[in-house]
Nanobody, 120 residues
Framework: QVQLVESGGGLQQAGGSLRLSCAAS????????MGWYRQAPGKQRELVAR???????DYADSVKGRFTISRDNAKNTVYLQMNSLKPEDTAVYYC??????????????WGQGTLVTVSS
């Protein structure tokens, strides 16, 4: 069983910063990619940022230049540094991980979500 545990959400004023963390635990062979998605009230879940095992990153246009995703392979943890926050960044942020469990077996896991609220 593989689990993702998120932390770091909360309330911040516009222009401020927050850092989200997501730690993977359990039994797996490797982490293929990890990422952050968000879902605002009344909207669909959308990709915010993701990072592959080869350190290739991908960002939503709305967060480019403001958010930075990184990973600590030794800790099986991914981070999302969010700077210059805007009220429209308010959402529940979900961590996502894609794992290789064993040869030919893969698993996608979601975290429980952490709320980020940005006040104007």
């Amino acid at each position: 069983q593989v689990q993702l545990v998120e932390s770091g959400g909360g309330l911040q004023q516009a222009g401020g910063s927050l850092r989200l963390s997501c730690a993977a635990s359990g039994t797996f062979f490797s982490i293929n990619a990890m990422g952050w998605y968000r879902q605002a009230p009344g909207k669909q879940r959308e990709l915010v940022a993701r990072i592959t095992s080869g350190e290739i990153t991908d960002y939503a246009d709305s967060v480019k230049g403001r958010f930075t995703i990184s990973r600590d392979n030794a800790k099986n943890t991914v981070y999302l540094q969010m700077n210059s926050l805007k009220p429209e960044d308010t959402a529940v942020y979900y961590c996502n991980g894609k794992f290789t469990i064993s040869l030919g077996r893969y698993l996608e896991v979601w975290g429980q979500g952490t709320l980020v609220t940005v006040s104007s």
